[in-house]
């Protein structure tokens, strides 16, 4: 099984201000199978990102990823105010699993 | 993507078993790989396992093996999710999520379905 450990566990930012969350894999994950996920109070899970790069459908062009091997970053250009929430990483590559989650929460 | 609707809230007794359904709608159900994802509150997202209905093909979590059996019914376009001798930690809310080989991903999730073990 590979693991996943987000970081950091909280990010306090203000709206405008650029997001940097991390997601290291415990083996080398292949980006096709490393996606991005959004979670707000309430509601399942929204796909933002797949194959660690690739937006999925309606998502602004402010959420990228990047990354490959064991490291990959999803970055929030300029936080808006929809956008605070809870972010996972997810590999497929084997068994699936999530990360831990990084909540962006407003300072 | 497809729609997928849930079952209702429950309240289950420690030791009795949990059968949670999820329709597909508005999109191809039987060459998708169905996969169900739970949250104790305040947590994260756990994968519990997965079916694809065309083959009749399951693949279970070490966590679960022995107590969660996933189904699915091709003539209603359901899948269901099947879970055994209950304990205090299966109180969650369960989640059917699709996996689609365009995006290797999860692209549709079904609204939830909260399971409260209560005696």
Redesign the interface.
């Known amino acids: 099984?590979i693991a996943l450990t987000q970081s950091p566990g909280t990010l306090s930012l203000s709206p405008g201000e650029r997001a940097s969350l991390s997601c290291r894999a415990s083996q080398i994950v292949s980006a096709?199978?490393l996606?991005w996920?959004q979670?707000k109070p309430g509601q399942?899970?929204?796909?933002l990102i797949?194959?660690a790069s690739?937006r999925?459908?309606g998502i602004p062009d402010r959420f990228s990823g990047s990354g490959s091997g064991t490291d990959f970053t999803l970055t929030i250009s300029r936080l808006e105010p929809e956008d605070f929430a809870v972010y996972?990483c997810?590999q497929?590559d084997s068994?699936?699993?999530?990360?831990?989650?990084t909540k962006v929460e407003l300072k | 993507q497809v729609l997928l609707v849930q079952s209702g809230a429950e309240v289950k007794k420690p030791g009795s078993s949990l059968k949670v359904s999820c329709q597909a709608s508005g999109g191809s159900f039987t060459f998708f790989a169905f996969n169900w994802v739970r949250q104790a509150p305040g947590q994260g997202l756990e994968w519990m396992g997965r079916i694809v209905p065309s083959l009749s093909s399951t693949i279970y979590a070490q966590a679960f093996h022995g107590r969660l059996t996933i189904t699915a019914d091709d003539s209603t376009n359901t899948v269901y999710m099947e879970l055994s001798s209950l304990t205090f930690e299966d109180t969650a809310v369960y989640y059917c999520a699709r996996y689609t080989t365009t995006s290797y991903a999860f692209d549709s999730w079904g609204q939830g379905t909260l399971v409260t073990v209560s005696s």
């Open positions: 099984e096709t199978y996606a996920y979670q399942p899970p929204r796909l797949y194959g690739t999925a459908t996972y997810q497929y068994s699936p699993f999530f990360g831990g989650g």
